[in-house]
């Protein structure tokens, strides 16, 4: 959507977006991943436990199961995608502000999979857009749609879809 050709749409609703990009990783992660990818490449790696015990990307138990036991959930990922994702993630954090189309962006505060330091990023470089508007859940987490508290979340797309304030 920040492109120089986006997507047809008339509006945009990004949940917890993907903005943890090379600018908000640390210098450990840089050159971490940077290795990886380069002496690794396709090398499958799921992450330590101990380094993701507790982290959740929802206070939705019955959802997290539900993700643990679909197939088709990912858990092990190649150095060389991690790497690409990471450079995907800081194309969208320096994208945001030229995204033309009105937006929405939601983002809880127990979000552990993008950090607050990069949101802020992401949002300090878009700077003052009249098209954007931002929710803020105290009780969110990344997955915000999945979340136990998913009907505010609902309430306020639905306002804002009709173009009314956020009832939150």
Known sequence: FASSRPPQADRLILLGPAVWGWSSQNTF??????????????????????????IR???????LLRNGRDPRFILGTRFDALHGLVGLME??????????VPTLLAYGAHDRIVPPAAMKLALERAGERPNMTTAYYPDGWHILNRDMEAE???GDVAAWLE?????S
Not at 29 to 45: K, P
Not at 57 to 63: F, G, I, Q, S, Y
Not at 163 to 167: I, S
């Open 29 to 54: 992660n840089r050159v971490g991943l940077a290795a990886g990818a380069r002496l690794l490449g396709g090398r499958v790696v799921e992450p330590p436990s101990f380094a993701v015990r507790h």
């Open 57 to 63: 990307a929802t206070d939705n138990v019955v959802e």
């Open 91 to 100: 194309e969208a954090s320096e994208g945001l502000g030229r995204v033309q």
């Open 152 to 154: 505010r979340l609902y």
């Open 163 to 167: 173009g009314k304030p956020l009832p």
